[in-house]
């Protein structure tokens, strides 16, 4: 059985930096594209970064620039460099991807962290 498990969330005053890690595990044949959404309260989820199995990334407008996006094959492993916080980067930040286990391309999400930036 796959999962995904997110970490590295926390509260960070405006202007500071957290990073994140999600980490899959169980029966993986191969994992392709690996993303990070975030939910704030009230709106919907909404892509923030995306990276593919060869390392090419995509990134939000509103966070293009002070975000990044990486992964490590050899640990199925994605993570999210966040810089230069703003409060409105206050979010449920979920890990999303897309992974080959027993022969069946599945989409698979995380549990969520909770990043809140205030002062």
């Known amino acids: 059985q796959v999962q995904l498990v997110e970490s590295g969330g926390g509260l960070v005053q405006p202007g500071g930096s957290l990073r994140l890690s999600c980490t899959a595990s169980?029966?993986?044949?191969?994992?392709?594209?690996m993303d990070w959404y975030r939910q704030a309260p009230g709106k919907q989820r909404d892509l923030v970064a995306g990276?593919?199995?060869?390392?090419?990334?995509t990134y939000a407008d509103s966070v293009n620039g002070r975000f990044t996006i990486s992964r490590d094959n050899a640990k199925n492993t994605v993570n999210l460099q966040m810089n230069s916080l703003k409060p409105e980067d206050t979010a449920v930040y979920y890990c999303?991807?897309?992974?080959?286990?027993?022969?069946?391309?599945?989409?698979?999400w995380g549990q969520g962290t909770q990043v809140t930036v205030s002062s």
């Open positions: 999303n991807a897309d992974i080959f286990s027993s022969r069946t391309l599945r989409n698979y």
């Open positions: 990276i593919t199995a060869s390392s090419t990334t």
């Open positions: 169980g029966n993986i044949g191969s994992i392709g594209n």
